[in-house]
């Protein structure tokens, strides 16, 4: 069974240091990992797609990497905003694509 | 990226009704979509499988009696929760997948059921 853990839990940081969010998988046979944003009550957004061959992803601020043999991705958010104050959720999709997902990484940018 | 509707967003019931919740592609063909359900700080929680024509194939664990799903064309999915008690009372999403997106998964805006 896929388990995926993210730490941690909750951060905060103030406005304008950069973020680290760590996500890890027990099984390394994934199809693509995602990355998500949160707010409260809402869905979810899409952030980031990063493919089992690929090391890496980066969108504006956003970079995500992909160490599939060890089962790890980190979310990188540079020059963190209060706007980016949300739940950061890491999911792994599975053969039977299915996604499975981490509880988030809960933060918030102080200004 | 891709367009994902769910309505409604929020809905508060009786005990003993029931509740339909739509969940439509609007920008792209969905044969399969997944219903989700999420408690309070915690991971999502996959319910069933949506498949187009077909019958939904469900997680172990959830009674496929309790949430009906329909998934009568390749744009729109429902999740009809039947008979509501509190302890349904939750945070429902819905996801689909666009073909050639390398299988990304674009989400629903969530629906807050409250059963009262």
């Known amino acids: 069974k896929q388990e995926v853990t993210q730490i941690p839990a909750a951060l905060s940081v103030p406005e304008g240091e950069n973020l680290v969010l760590n996500c890890s998988f027990t099984d390394s046979a994934i199809y693509n990992l995602q990355w998500f944003r949160q707010d409260p009550g809402k869905g979810l957004t899409s952030l980031l797609l990063i493919q089992s061959s690929q090391r890496e992803q980066t969108s504006g601020r956003l970079n995500a990497s992909l160490d599939k043999s060890s089962g790890r991705s980190t979310l990188y958010i540079a020059a963190s905003q209060p706007g980016d104050s949300a739940t950061y959720l890491c999911a792994v999709r599975r053969g039977n694509n299915r996604l499975a997902f981490g509880k988030g990484n809960q933060v918030v940018v102080i200004p | 990226g891709a367009v994902v509707s769910q309505h409604p967003s929020r809905v508060i019931c009786k005990s003993g009704t029931s509740v339909k919740i739509e969940c439509r592609s609007l920008?792209?063909?969905?044969?399969?979509m997944f219903w989700y359900r999420q408690f309070p700080k915690q991971s999502l929680m996959l319910m069933a499988t949506s498949n187009e024509g077909s019958k939904a194939t469900y997680e172990q664990g959830v009674e496929k009696d309790k949430f009906l799903i329909n998934h009568a064309s390749l744009t729109l999915s429902t999740l009809t929760v039947t008979s509501a008690h509190p302890e349904d009372s939750s945070f429902y999403i819905c996801?689909?997948?666009?073909?050639?997106?390398?299988?990304?998964?674009?989400f629903g805006q969530g629906t807050r059921l409250t059963v009262v």
């Open positions: 996801s689909a997948g666009r073909q050639g997106s390398g299988t990304e998964a674009f």
């Open positions: 920008d792209f063909q969905a044969t399969t």
